[in-house]
């Protein structure tokens, strides 16, 4: 993988990482504010239907946090781009797509059809 490609991806997950980061702190500080008294129960049961809605995807962006620290780490150590599985080169357009994956394509679909096929 070229230099400035590498250089590309380091700063996009550098940067999305901040983001979600900032977000989580929003978040909590958000939870952490006396709570409402809400005289009617729909209303209450509503505000903990939006703050379990809000937790399930801060829950979902945290595992993305810890991927995009992995994929920073396989950047700084000379991995990023190169499939865990067979070794060989994951294309850039793949990680484009998606930019914390550790496997090509082809070993990525295969790790599914066999999930698929055992039911997991």
């Known amino acids: 993988m070229k230099k400035k490609d590498v250089e590309y991806f380091g700063e996009f997950l550098t940067k999305r990482l901040e983001e979600l980061l900032s977000q989580a702190d929003d978040t909590v500080s958000g939870m952490n504010d006396p709570k409402e008294n809400f005289p009617d129960p729909t209303d209450r049961a509503a505000l903990e239907a939006d703050r379990n809605f809000m937790l399930r995807i801060r829950d ?14 396989r950047i700084e150590n000379g991995t990023f ?11 850039i357009k ?7 994956t550790s496997q090509c394509i082809e ?11 055992l039911g997991l």
């Open 60 to 73: 979902r962006e945290s595992k993305l946090i810890r991927k995009i620290k992995s994929a920073i780490e």
């Open 81 to 91: 781009g190169v499939c865990e599985t067979c070794g060989g080169e994951i294309s």
């Open 94 to 100: 793949r990680l484009k797509a998606r930019p914390v």
């Open 107 to 117: 070993c990525k679909s295969k790790e599914e059809a066999l999930e698929k096929a």
